[in-house]
């Protein structure tokens, strides 16, 4: 168990509202991840943090923002929800000493209407 | 850059048969190679990891893969397949290199059905 929480575990939204997912872990890993589950596409790179305030971009970031204002949170925003961003939303912590394996929590099924 | 290709999206075994996920990679780098499997409605649990040190991998639940770099492959097998194997399994490489945030990049995924 990686100790990483994700709520909530379901929303429904419609299209246009804001929406933030929350990510939290317990075990004070540098690294954080977000990523999107679609069928036919696995998983793909959202945005990533590798420190309190320091984020990046990854492969499908266009629709979406994040924040680390501590390092057991790590939020994924939504600033005006679109249908095609109707998906599965994991988060991710990066094993530390150097390892690469990422460890997922339990997803978040987002529906926007 | 990186890229991972599942050769085949679903597969279906018999249960007690072998299992072969297949999996074809590119990286610029010595990479880092991944099996996770996902239950349904459930999140990802590392199967095994290839990270140099042996070309035979051996995971979680009686999973295996080889690394062949000649192939850029990194196949999944099982010798005996379980009712409680069906399941979604992915194919990762990760282009860490020092000093980096880890990137992965994850295959399209193999839906592997396992049948009496």
């Known amino acids: 168990d990686a100790g990483i929480t994700q709520s909530p575990r379901h929303k429904v939204t419609e299209t246009g509202t804001p929406v933030t997912l929350r990510c939290h872990q317990t075990?004070?890993?540098?690294?954080m991840y977000w990523y999107r589950q679609d069928p036919g596409h696995g998983l793909r790179l959202i945005h990533y943090s590798y420190g309190v305030k320091d984020t990046d971009k990854g492969e499908v970031s266009d629709g979406y923002s994040v924040s680390r204002s501590k390092t057991e949170d790590f939020l994924l925003t939504l600033e005006s929800a679109t249908s095609s961003q109707t998906s599965v939303y994991f988060c991710?912590?990066?094993?530390?000493?150097?390892?690469?394996?990422?460890?997922f929590g339990p997803g978040t099924r987002l529906t926007v209407t | 850059a990186q890229s991972v290709t599942q050769l085949d999206s679903h597969v279906s075994v018999s249960e007690g048969t072998p299992v072969l996920l297949r999996c074809n990679y590119s990286s610029s780098y010595s990479p880092s190679l991944f099996w996770y499997v996902q239950h349904p409605n459930k999140g990802l649990q590392l199967l095994l990891k290839y990270t140099s040190a042996a070309t035979l991998v051996k995971g979680i639940n009686g999973f295996e893969a080889e690394f062949k770099k000649s192939e850029t492959s990194f196949h999944l097998t099982k010798p005996s397949a379980h009712m409680s194997d069906a399941a979604e399994y992915f194919c990762?490489?990760?282009?860490?290199?020092?000093?980096?945030?880890?990137?992965?990049?994850f295959g399209t995924g193999t839906r592997l059905q396992v049948t009496l």
């Open positions: 991710a912590i990066r094993a530390p000493r150097e390892s690469d394996e990422q460890y």
């Open positions: 075990e004070n890993h540098r690294y």
């Open positions: 990762v490489v990760s282009d860490l290199r020092a000093g980096t945030a880890s990137k992965l990049t």
